[in-house]
């Protein structure tokens, strides 16, 4: 299984501001896609964005944005005028590309605390 | 809208009983995995499948099972239930295709939390 690291076990932010979530990943790969998925407390893991590695721009979904850093292999998250509705549990994953590989390898997770 | 149904959200079972942890989607997709979910470890693989009665091993499949008698459901079974499994288990689904065109991107159901005494 591919290696994806999340350093930062916990994280906390005030409302309106922006946070950033770190995540690296060991590969040989050259070509691979990464995620962010999303685990509100008691609720469903749901997408966040995604990053196909052959593409050097960077995905952003609304307030999401990734800082995508192939050679460097690493992969944060930014989250930009953090709501309420944006506390929840965030991994990070791999995927290798290729024609049967379906299969995650996920990070530890990232637990992000937004304050009122 | 997409759904990943798990039959039971809390379970507490003794150690040594089989258990059978049930996921039903209705999306039609292929793939179907189970993962478990610990503090500190992220989710890790148990069991993936991609066709009815086909199933592949994943990083932990150590102690546990796996049926799928048909497209939408896939089962995951502790023979001898034990404290070790004490977890949170996943269920997920995903398509068979095009990587690019969606079929990389898990459903996951709300999650199965089994204690083992």
């Known amino acids: 299984a591919q290696t994806v690291t999340q350093s930062q076990p916990e994280m906390s932010v005030q409302e309106a501001e922006t946070v950033t979530l770190s995540c690296t990943y060991d590969?040989?790969?050259?070509?691979?896609?990464l995620f962010w998925y999303k685990q509100p407390p008691s609720r469903q893991m749901i997408l966040v964005i995604r990053?196909?590695?052959?593409?050097?721009q960077n995905a952003t979904e609304n307030r999401f944005s990734v800082n995508f850093q192939k050679a460097a292999k690493s992969f944060s998250l930014k989250i930009s005028d953090s709501q309420l509705g944006d506390t929840a549990m965030y991994f990070c994953a791999f995927m290798k590309q290729g024609r049967w590989d379906y299969k995650l390898s996920f990070g530890a997770g990232t637990t992000v605390t937004v304050r009122a | 809208d997409v759904k990943v149904t798990q039959s039971s959200r809390y379970l507490v079972k003794r150690t040594g009983e089989k258990v059978f942890l049930e996921c039903v989607q209705d999306m039609d997709h292929e793939n179907m995995f189970w993962y478990r979910q610990d503090p500190g470890l992220g989710l890790r693989l148990i069991y993936f499948?991609?066709?009815?009665?086909?199933?592949e091993k994943g990083d932990i499949p150590e102690g546990y099972s796996v049926s799928r008698e048909k497209k939408e459901r896939f089962s995951l079974i502790l023979e001898s239930a034990s404290t070790n499994q004490t977890s949170m288990y996943l269920c997920?689904?995903?398509?068979?295709?095009?990587?690019?065109?969606?079929?990389?991107?898990?459903?996951f159901g709300a999650g199965s939390r089994l204690t083992v005494l």
């Open positions: 590969t040989s790969e050259s070509n691979y896609y």
């Open positions: 499948s991609y066709d009815v009665k086909m199933k």
């Open positions: 997920a689904s995903s398509l068979l295709g095009l990587l690019g065109s969606g079929a990389n991107v898990l459903t």
């Open positions: 990053q196909e590695a052959y593409k050097q």
